[in-house]
């Protein structure tokens, strides 16, 4: 069975500071990750996904996400944060190409503070 | 870019009583999907759907759960008899075949079950 683990459910951090959410992965065969953001009042968008290809993921918004298969992990990085990043993160696995069943993490709320 | 709409945003039920959640996905999308986040809880896959039929289902979708198109435009959840543990953020999510991993998601109906 896969699990997904997302280390503080609420972060908060300066404009301009690096954000880091944390996830880590259970999955018993290789894994598909993605990363989704919930603005308020809005559905999940998806950030960027891991299908296997480059560890290094690059996606929308400034955000990327480096696979580490030793570690289990999919952290989420930012360099610079922005206001407008405030929002909930979500980390996803599935173990199906397609996406046809996501698990989910708990999610994590990112606050900017000014 | 095309969103997924999702009616109503908020639904307010007497236990017992059936509920009819709406979808509109994406128009030239195939595959159909609901999630749900009980209140504090992870988001969880419910069921998917494709060419007319069930896909996939979790083991919250029991029988008081159903799904249907009913013509090219809607997807719809039915909860035949609802419960206080019903009671959660209900998202639709539609995917594109050519374009696999990505789901595309609405903003969500929060069904409160009183």
């Known amino acids: 069975a896969q699990s997904v683990t997302q280390l503080g459910s609420h972060v908060s951090v300066s404009e301009g500071a690096l954000v880091l959410l944390r996830c880590n992965y259970s999955?018993?065969?290789?894994?598909?990750l993605f990363w989704y953001v919930q603005y308020p009042n809005q559905g999940l968008q998806l950030l960027l996904k891991?299908?296997?290809?480059?560890?290094l993921v690059k996606g929308i918004n400034g955000f990327e996400a480096e696979f580490k298969k030793s570690e289990t992990s999919f952290h989420l990085t930012k360099p610079s944060a922005h206001m407008s990043d405030a929002a909930e993160y979500f980390c996803?696995?599935?173990?199906?190409?397609?996406?046809?069943?996501?698990?989910f993490g708990q999610g994590t709320r990112l606050t900017i503070n000014p | 870019e095309p969103e997924v709409t999702q009616t109503p945003s908020h639904q307010v039920t007497q236990m017992g009583q059936e509920v009819i959640l709406r979808c509109v996905p994406i128009?030239?999308?195939?595959?159909f999907y609901w999630y749900r986040q009980i209140l504090g809880q992870k988001v969880e896959f419910l069921v998917s759907?494709?060419?007319?039929?069930?896909?996939?289902k979790s083991e919250i979708f029991d029988d008081q759960f159903s799904v249907e198109r009913p013509d090219g435009s809607n997807f719809t959840l039915k909860i035949r008899s609802t419960k206080l543990e019903d009671s959660a953020m209900y998202f639709c999510?539609?995917?594109?075949?050519?374009?696999?991993?990505?789901?595309?998601f609405g903003s969500g109906t929060q069904l409160s079950v009183l």
């Open positions: 759907f494709y060419n007319n039929e069930i896909s996939e």
């Open positions: 996803a696995v599935s173990d199906q190409w397609g996406a046809q069943k996501l698990v």
């Open positions: 891991y299908t296997s290809a480059a560890t």
């Open positions: 999955s018993s065969v290789p894994p598909y």
């Open positions: 128009s030239n999308h195939l595959y």
């Open positions: 999510a539609s995917r594109d075949a050519d374009r696999d991993e990505k789901l595309f």
